[in-house]
């Protein structure tokens, strides 16, 4: 059954006064991508905010919308912001002259329309003839339009006898590993003819695979086994098992395998961590139109496991100890894995409320982390965000493309506390964003589904109940470090000690320890879960291949590296080439 049949094709728009300019994205547009989308270019802006109307009543999606800079100002500012009202999935993209940004005026222009969220992104005009720069730009766009709307191939769909539930946590594993995929009700239109499709036997939660198969229930591991996982984990050594796949995890896993070792990436989740909760990353290096959290670790793992890297994904591992000459992992499963190494990359999950009348919502209206992969369901819709940092605001920003309106409620009397004052600038220009200061979450629910929030002042203890479809909760992190033993050096909120940070006490060796060795030797963590580090994907990723590193330089010394202090010697760690 395809999808596609059942919508019209979706529609690029573009919107330029300037005749040499119209009739080129003209050409490219309809030459390119005619047979793919809709193709509306107009040169009246008036016009094309009647077209967008008309495509809106229509029922066709909107893509990308191209606006040019010859159009004056405050002109060009209503037709974005026509654009946003009448279809906040689309891409909001300048066209702009190829000098534009060697001009102040233009340069500052542009810069503030994409700090205030005006526009997603800018690219020049496109030349004439053919115009591969433009062509890349646009299709970059798309992609992540694209995949946003789940409207990519091989999509895996889900069907459920709710929201809630066993399809909720299908659904959170498959936007967590970036899998396109779907989901629908077993009563619906399209739920029915799937469970059609399944048969008498099938059993609730299905998941439609691409090539037609169909799981009825399927376990967590009979999902694993079907995305690749080696089933024979326990007939190997591995080199380096990383443990988390988040921005650390993926960098770690590419560089080790790149250089030879054999790389098991272990997550109870999939790929992306925290980074999956930022809907666009602007200032990580080399993506200069800015990057999804999504995009950025699919990316991640595709080249990890180009280099030879395997995955485990859904299964949790539950202890970590030397035994003998080895590093051991337990999985949940019972199965054992050694390893030579182990990088810990498990991160930092957000704290939950705790609210029983909430907690039972969780998947239906109330959810914990980012929005990207919920925010285009929740068109027209009453949100709150509650939390006072950066992933709290990016969230907010997303979120206003779709719902009527968002509420940011912090327990802190400003934003300034704990948020990058771009973000706190943004927000403010934003007119769909009310921020609620020295308020908190005290209650809510609904039946089923979220319909209310109780919250109260914290100086006057005033409380309110508010209508609220849907609530993301971003307030604070903790490690993911429970399944560690309780010798493990740790700090008091639970974020392991590496290097330097260990006190002689800690650390059982004669050598000094490596610097992102934890007080296990052979033991490394990097990102989140570490104590000290900078809570940034550029930084995690860093760490990440500097402990592979790491890893090379003990297992390279051939030194007794490994004696303890009683004199007492334990196997080194790691095999392989230290080649870089």
Not at 465 to 471: G, K, P, Q
Request: charged share 20%; hydrophobic share 45%.
């Amino acid at each position: 059954m395809s999808r596609s049949r059942r919508t019209p094709l979706p529609a690029l728009v573009a919107v330029d006064e300037d005749p040499p300019a119209f009739e080129a994205v003209e050409t490219q547009l309809v030459g390119r991508y005619a047979n793919d989308y809709r193709i509306e270019c107009l040169r009246d802006p008036d016009e094309a905010l009647q077209t967008l109307a008309v495509l809106k009543d229509s029922g066709v999606a909107v893509a990308l919308v191209l606006v040019g800079q010859s159009l004056e100002a405050s002109v060009r500012d209503d037709l974005l912001d026509g654009v946003r009202r009448l279809h906040p999935h689309a891409k909001r993209v300048l066209l702009v002259a190829p000098d534009a940004l060697a001009d102040p005026a233009a340069g500052r222009t542009i810069r503030a329309a994409l700090a205030l969220g005006n526009i997603d992104h800018f690219v020049n005009s496109p030349a004439a003839a053919l115009d591969e720069v433009f062509h890349e730009a646009v299709s970059d766009f798309l992609l992540e339009w694209a995949r946003e709307q789940l409207l990519v191939p091989q999509t895996v769909h889900i069907v459920g006898e709710t929201w809630a539930g066993r399809a909720y946590e299908l659904r959170d594993v498959f936007a967590r590993c970036s899998v396109p995929h779907s989901f629908c009700l077993a009563d619906s239109e399209e739920g029915r003819e799937f469970v059609a499709q399944a048969g008498d036997d099938a059993r609730l939660p299905l998941m439609v695979l691409p090539d037609g198969r169909v799981l009825s229930d399927p376990s967590n591991a009979e999902i694993a086994e079907v995305a690749g996982a080696p089933m024979d984990l326990e007939e190997h050594a591995f080199d380096l098992v990383i443990v988390g796949s988040g921005p650390a995890g993926l960098s770690a896993a590419v560089y080790g395998a790149s250089e030879g070792l054999g790389v098991l990436v272990v997550d109870a989740a999939g790929i992306g961590g925290q980074a999956r909760s930022s809907a666009l990353i602007r200032n990580y290096l080399g993506f200069g139109r800015g990057v999804s959290g999504s995009r950025l670790a699919e990316e991640a793992y595709q080249q990890a496991a180009a280099f030879g890297a395997s995955f485990v994904f859904m299964h949790e591992v539950t202890a970590l100890a030397r035994t003998g000459d080895s590093l051991k992992l337990w999985l949940a499963d019972g199965r054992v894995i050694d390893a030579g190494a182990v990088i810990l990359a498990t991160g930092a999950s957000y704290r939950r409320l705790g609210i029983e009348s909430l907690e039972d919502l969780t998947g239906a209206g109330v959810f914990y982390g980012g929005s990207a992969s919920d925010a285009p369901g929740l068109t027209g819709k009453a949100v709150y965000v509650l939390g006072g940092g950066n992933s709290a605001g990016q969230a907010a920003l997303h979120l206003a493309r779709y719902a009527a309106n968002v509420t940011i409620v912090v327990r802190a009397q400003s934003l300034e506390a704990r948020m990058s004052h771009y973000l706190v600038r943004t927000i403010q220009a934003e007119p769909k964003i009310e921020v609620r200061v020295g308020t908190e979450v005290v209650g809510g629910g609904g039946e089923g589904q979220l319909r209310e929030l109780e919250l109260r002042e914290s100086v006057s203890g005033e409380q309110t109940t508010v209508a609220a479809d849907a609530l993301f909760v971003l307030i604070g992190a903790r490690p993911q470090t429970e399944f560690l033993p309780p010798e493990m050096a740790r700090d008091e909120y639970g974020f392991l000690r590496t290097g330097d940070d260990l006190s002689p006490d800690e650390w059982p060796l004669d050598r000094s320890p490596l610097g992102l060795e934890t007080s296990m030797p052979g033991v490394f963590a990097v990102g989140d879960a570490r104590h000290g580090s900078v809570k940034r994907v550029a930084a995690a990723v860093g760490e990440g291949s500097v402990a592979v590193q790491l890893v090379h330089r003990l297992a390279d010394t051939g030194e007794p590296s490994a004696t303890q202090s009683s004199g007492e010697t334990v196997v080194r760690t790691g095999t392989g080439s230290g080649s870089t």
